[in-house]
């Protein structure tokens, strides 16, 4: 109701004076006291039983009226009503914005200093470190799990083996600009005995058996062709490219209901695209500094 003249503005704000005059007007009305009769008698009507004394209203009774009333049109006067702005300006978005900038301004000074600092730095201030669990449990357990040991496609952050780095600096640059991993599916290329023969090849890459030992041979010569440009001659993945190592046992995409060497050749058949979000916007430098150094330290609680 930004116009005061529309007709709902008028509508409220005569609404509210009106009021304000008639309670007022009652009062006088109210006020009176009979004349004709002498002060302390009982007047002759009655209203279901209840009779009334020709006495004032009492001064306290009274007073506290005028107040509220005062009080009323004071407020009027200094807040919105309708579409009049009231002297002040206020309004409930401007309150809003202002509590909000006030509040970040407070935090934006912490997250400064700490934004400043090398995420090595922030590694032996408890508090800092405390800071950066909290952010991270509301910002990444639902995809990493309140421990950081990941999931089916989550990335465990406890065990030093790292898709795209493990320093500082690289655990910063993920969570400033996110990652996507970009694997092919091979169906179409491969068919579902090259599959199978990659897949076999995989398996002994961590020191597993073959599923089928014939087919490791074959399988290494696909591999070297297709696969190596990305996760390496040995299989040791590629951080720039987000590759993993396939040497190391450890799995992103093992769902434990089927055989590992089943959860390969769906990797290979279809393909995987993990997605990392960015986080620069939502969380700015000082607060990515906090969390990185918390998943820092929690790769160094448990070397491996
Ligand atoms: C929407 C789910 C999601 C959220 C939220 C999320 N991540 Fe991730 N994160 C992923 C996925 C998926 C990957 C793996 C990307 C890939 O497969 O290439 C990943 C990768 C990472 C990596 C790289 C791991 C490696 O091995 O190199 C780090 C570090 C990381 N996340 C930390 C965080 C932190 C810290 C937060 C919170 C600020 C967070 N993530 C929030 C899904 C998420
Ligand atoms: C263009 C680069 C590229 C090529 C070529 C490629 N990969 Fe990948 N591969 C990736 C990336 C990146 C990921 C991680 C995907 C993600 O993060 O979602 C991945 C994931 C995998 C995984 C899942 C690992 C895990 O921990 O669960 C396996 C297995 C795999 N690749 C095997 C192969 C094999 C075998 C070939 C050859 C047939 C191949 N890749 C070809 C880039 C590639």
Same mark, same amino acid.
């Given at each position: 109701?930004?116009?005061?003249?529309?007709?709902?503005?008028?509508?409220?704000?005569?609404?509210?004076?009106?009021?304000?005059?008639?309670?007022?007007?009652?009062?006088?009305?109210?006020?009176?006291?009979?004349?004709?009769?002498?002060?302390?008698?009982?007047?002759?009507?009655?209203?279901?039983?209840?009779?009334?004394?020709?006495?004032?209203?009492?001064?306290?009774?009274?007073?506290?009226?005028?107040?509220?009333?005062?009080?009323?049109?004071?407020?009027?006067?200094?807040?919105?009503?309708?579409?009049?702005?009231?002297?002040?300006?206020?309004?409930?978005?401007?309150?809003?914005?202002?509590?909000?900038?006030? #509040?970040?301004?407070?935090?934006?000074?912490?997250?400064?200093?700490?934004?400043?600092?090398?995420?090595?730095?922030?590694?032996?201030?408890?508090?800092?470190?405390?800071?950066?669990?909290?952010?991270?449990?509301?910002?990444?357990?639902?995809?990493?799990?309140?421990?950081?040991?990941?999931?089916?496609?989550?990335?465990?952050?406890?065990?030093?083996?790292?898709?795209?780095?493990?320093?500082?600096?690289?655990?910063?640059?993920?969570?400033? #600009?996110?990652?996507?991993?970009?694997?092919?599916?091979?169906?179409?290329?491969?068919?579902?005995?090259?599959?199978?023969?990659?897949?076999?090849?995989?398996?002994?890459?961590?020191? #597993?058996?073959?599923?089928?030992?014939?087919?490791?041979?074959?399988?290494?010569?696909?591999?070297?062709?297709?696969?190596?440009?990305? #996760?390496?001659?040995?299989?040791?993945?590629?951080?720039?490219?987000?590759?993993?190592?396939?040497?190391?046992?450890?799995?992103?995409?093992?769902?434990?209901?089927?055989?590992?060497?089943?959860?390969?050749?769906?990797?290979?058949?279809?393909?995987?695209?993990?997605?990392?979000?960015?986080?620069?916007?939502?969380?700015?430098?000082?607060?990515?500094?906090?969390?990185?150094?918390?998943?820092?330290?929690?790769?160094?609680?448990?070397?491996?």
């Amino acid at each position: 109701m930004d116009n005061l003249w529309s007709f709902w503005s008028l509508f409220v704000i005569i609404m509210t004076l009106g009021f304000m005059v008639a309670v007022w007007w009652l009062i006088e009305a109210a006020k009176k006291v009979n004349a004709q009769q002498p002060a302390n008698e009982l007047l002759d009507h009655e209203f279901d039983g209840i009779r009334e004394y020709n006495n004032p209203l009492p001064k306290w009774w009274l007073w506290m009226f005028y107040g509220t009333l005062v009080f009323g049109f004071g407020y009027f006067i200094f807040f919105p009503l309708g579409g009049w702005q009231g002297v002040l300006n206020w309004t409930s978005v401007g309150q809003l914005e202002k509590e909000q900038q006030a #509040h970040e301004q407070r935090f934006m000074d912490t997250f400064d200093t700490y934004a400043r600092l090398s995420v090595e730095e922030l590694l032996n201030d408890s508090t800092a470190l405390a800071i950066g669990q909290r952010i991270y449990a509301q910002n990444c357990a639902l995809c990493h799990n309140n421990a950081g040991t990941g999931g089916y496609g989550f990335p465990n952050l406890t065990n030093n083996d790292w898709l795209y780095g493990g320093s500082p600096e690289q655990i910063v640059q993920t969570l400033t #600009h996110g990652r996507q991993g970009v694997m092919p599916g091979f169906s179409s290329q491969l068919g579902e005995i090259g599959i199978a023969q990659v897949s076999n090849y995989v398996l002994t890459l961590s020191g #597993h058996e073959a599923r089928n030992p014939d087919q490791v041979a074959e399988g290494q010569v696909l591999y070297q062709a297709v696969c190596a440009a990305c #996760h390496g001659d040995e299989g040791k993945g590629n951080q720039a490219l987000g590759a993993p190592n396939l040497t190391n046992d450890i799995w992103l995409y093992a769902n434990p209901e089927v055989s590992l060497y089943d959860n390969i050749r769906v990797t290979l058949r279809h393909g995987r695209m993990g997605v990392m979000p960015a986080f620069d916007e939502l969380l700015g430098a000082g607060r990515i500094n906090l969390v990185a150094a918390y998943v820092y330290n929690l790769r160094q609680e448990d070397p491996q």
